[in-house]
């Protein structure tokens, strides 16, 4: 088993930048590729970032990539979403995953966070 624990949420306004971190308890964390996801009200969660177990590949939804940048680090079991010019489009809860090599689809982890909330206003 995996536990993972997210924080860093909150309101900002639109152009202000916040960091999101998960930190993973469990089974060997440096084992699992992890990815963050998303899900808005009223919409099916999505897909937002992933990186692979040694932190040297990652991957973006579009609608991200080139303000938001995910890292990880394994001597602390956590990861972090660097998430700037932030727009209203990117209010959601935040979730952390774990799977064994990542990917860009929710069936690809086996284990989920409970998420962080993020507002964004205009």
């Known amino acids: 088993q995996v536990q993972l624990v997210e924080s860093g949420g909150g309101s900002v306004q639109s152009g202000g930048s916040l960091r999101l971190s998960c930190v993973a308890s469990?089974?060997?964390?440096?084992?699992?590729?992890m990815g963050w996801f998303r899900q808005a009200p009223g919409k099916e969660r999505e897909f937002v970032a992933t990186?692979?177990?040694?932190?040297?590949?990652?991957y973006y939804a579009d609608s991200v990539k080139g303000r938001f940048t995910i890292s990880r680090d394994n001597a602390k079991n956590t990861i972090y979403l660097q998430m700037n010019t932030l727009k209203p489009e990117d209010t959601a809860v935040y979730y952390c995953?774990?799977?064994?090599?990542?990917?860009?689809?929710?069936?690809?982890?086996?284990?989920w966070g409970q998420g962080t909330q993020v507002t964004v206003s205009a």
């Open positions: 469990g089974r060997t964390f440096s084992n699992y590729g």
């Open positions: 995953a774990a799977g064994p090599v990542g990917g860009t689809m929710r069936y690809e982890y086996d284990y």
């Open positions: 990186i692979s177990w040694s932190g040297g590949m990652t």
